[in-house]
């Protein structure tokens, strides 16, 4: 939603308001006096908005320069520019406010020095607080985008606009006051009021450690003071409304260019709100990227969870179709694993120390087939031992003995030398043989 | 009044994102343990597969090979029975068969194997029926006749192939049994 841009800009005599048209800003318009109590300028301020078709306000605001302090001091007073924390702390030392009291700005001058601004900050958060809660009331949002005094945001237009250098004094008259400013390098290091009667003499006091152009940017017609200065004076006879209106308008675009700018503040009620409701809003999408990077990775691992159950579908198929008839169970590959362990325990000896026993029967055929049929002898006793042979005979000589060792021997079967005994006319053979491994039946 | 309720919404609005950024970090903690989860689990479930269909080739291969072994302890029993079964198969006079002796089984050292021999007479046979018995025998999975003693029966004919015998075998049983089981 586009935002509508405001300036609330208070002066001596009363608060005025100036709404954007499009690119520029309406007249000032007074709304309230001065003296207005929170509520009464926050019920004015939101009467006038609300008179328009805007909804979300950005609001400049440009208090008088009654309402803020100046101080300048050098950096090295807190221990340089980096410890700006410090800053507060050493304002109170010079303000009429504690540090917790004081809402402070600040900008550095090129010397090393520290020129602090400060207001009340219990006096601008009661307003800020006012305005922005009757504005939610009625239905749209405002927003502290700038605030700051009028006069530095005159100064700082004057110096935008090259109406005045970056290094000089300036002097800007309203009603019976005489605010000077000495600028340094775009930094206001000096900023004084002083009352139109002050003489001559105090104003050369005043200006006499500077050399720098003074410009007086006055309402009227010039002073007799002015013209005593002994120095040459430019005047300018800029609307200082319109200055500031510019400036404003400017800075609402791009509050960090602000010379001084309190709603920098994150504290600051309104423009802190801003701050939190960015944090907030910040906090937000966040949340909601951190959620769709999660969805996503929640998808993804629902896609990975639906890959598994194929997969493990799958282990189901290949069980059936090894074990068909079988009953699928839990852990599949736990009962694969036991099953090729047994069907290779089943079908063969996996260890050394366990051999298949040698059958007897096939050493028996090939004993038998291989007995001699020319050499008569009767055997007593044939022992097949786990592939030793036994063979005990009653044979007519002795040497038949080693005629039928022979005839029995082959590759397969080895016998060893017969042993022969006779006892009385029978004579006896033993014969020992070993089945040997690898060899041909 | 006003303030305060103001401040106490934006600091309620912020602790709310705050909440729901914790929230959200926390689902998205769970989530992403969640794919780390599947991941492995895919991953390791694509590896069982491959096993399973690894072991399952390997499986249907060492099938197609003879058992040498067999898988469950038969009871002596049932051992009888098939030695008897076997008798008969072989033509086998049932008076013939003498006695069988089943023996406990033992473990065949630290293997996965155990043995259990039975002790088996039969009288007045012929070696053709031996044969057969043998050939009956090697039906059954992981028996074995390994041990023969044949000494000459009565009534002994002229050849040795036709004489009859009376035997003394000691068949072998080779049992898996893993040792984890």
Redesign the interface.
Known sequence: MAKAKAVLVQREDAWFLALAERTEFSQLEPICDSQADPAELASAVVQRLASTNGRVFQLAVLVSSSRVFHSSFPASEIGGAKNSKAIPYRLEADLPLSAEELLADWSFGEDQSVSGFAMDRSWI??RI??L???A?ESGFQVEVGLLSARSLATCQSLVEQGRVPESSILLIENADKIEMFKLESKVPTQWRIMHSSSSVAEWKLLLADSSDPVFILNSSEPNDWAQNLDRPTTLLGDNQEQLALKCASRLLARPRLAWINFARDASL?GG??QV??N???L??V???C??L???A??Y???Q??A??AR??A??GV??T??FPGQRQPAA??RR??S?????????????A??Q??????PI??EL?AS?PLNIPF?????????GAIYLDLEIQKHEDAGLIAEALGSERIRLGPPSTDSTGEKVTALLRGTLQAGGKP | M??N???EQ?TN??W???A??L???V??L???S??R???R??SV??E??E???D??A???A??T???????DATSSQELTQQITACVRQANIPARALKSISPMDSVR??????KQRQTQVRIDGIE?GR??GF?SALNER??L?????????GEGTNAS??TEVWDAR??L?Q?I?S?TSQ
């Open positions: 958060n009661a607080l006012a922005v809660d009757q939610k009620v802190g709100d939190q409701q944090w907030s809003r906090l937000t966040a949340s909601v951190v959620l990077v999660a969805g990775i929640f993804r691992s629902f990975l969870k890959e598994t997969l493990q799958e282990q290949v069980f179709s090894t599949i590959l694969f694993r099953e090729y362990a047994k069907t290779v325990g089943a079908r063969a000896t996996n260890s120390e366990v298949t026993p040698q059958e007897a029967i028996l055929g038998v007995l009767a055997v007593s006793e044939l022992r097949v031992e786990d | 006003n303030s309720s103001s401040t934006f609005r912020w709310l994102s705050a729901l950024l929230t959200s970090l689902v998205f769970w989530c992403l969640e794919y989860a599947a991941r689990n895919l479930a694509a069982n597969l096993e399973c269909q072991l399952g390997k499986i249907a060492w099938n090979r003879p058992l040498v072994a067999s898988l065949l050292g630290n293997t996965d194997y070696l031996l044969s043998q999975e992981g074995y006749l390994r041990d023969l003693i044949l000494t000459p040795i192939a075998l000691t072998t080779l898996y893993p």
